[in-house]
């Protein structure tokens, strides 16, 4: 059981957001995409989310459609891992404007605070390394600073629709700990996730190249055994923009 979920008797966050009776708010700024707040009501319990229909998707030339696919891949890593980094996402089979993706909104984020804030205070330092690995591992392409939230005194990370890319394209804010070598308990996690297989968490979310990409990731990291250094060599600038 990951940190973002409910204990027994505790209101089941997924439940709520994949069943409830959904009401659109309004569309968040600064999306490229349709990202939209919304509450979901299911019996007493009312949940504030974050709705990314698939149909608002803007076609990517460098991404297959889906990318609400892969903000619940990327859950599903996190919680596979027990890393509880992203907040419960779920599938949505049905919404206001059709299949996509939920997201619990993280309501009590702390203001101004975000990568290059956090970075500052030696105490994040495990978190955002294990946040750095868990960004190699789903290949993510957009990690700007202000996916990375304070709230309830720990971290969350946000925004995973350009994950999961079978070719290399990780680009990402996170360079501080590059060459580092990463704690032991993270290359166990990773090892475990390995031995459980991939295919069981991204079944119906990840195509297969998508699959195999993925593990290959882990098993080069658990090998390496420190995070990357970015490579300004390759075919994909290793920096997001923008920064935050």
Known sequence: MG????PAGAVDVAAVLRQGEMTVHGRIPGSSN???LVTCALGDH???GVYKPARGERPLWDFPNGLHRREVAAYELSEALGWGLVPVTVTRDEGPHGPGSVQRFVTEAV?????FTL??????WPDLKRLAAFDVVANNADRK???VLLADDRLWAIDHGLCFHPEPKLRTVIWDFATEALATDILDDVRHLLAR???RLTAGLLDDDEQEALAWRAEA????GELPMPDDRGRWPPYPWPLV
């Open 197 to 199: 297989g991939v295919e």
């Open 34 to 36: 349709a990202t939209l």
């Open 3 to 6: 940190p973002d979920q409910p």
């Open 221 to 224: 990291l658990v090998a390496r």
């Open 111 to 115: 203001e101004g605070e975000h990568y």
């Open 119 to 124: 970075r500052d205070e030696e105490r994040w």
């Open 145 to 147: 600073s202000g996916h």
């Open 46 to 48: 009312v949940q504030l």
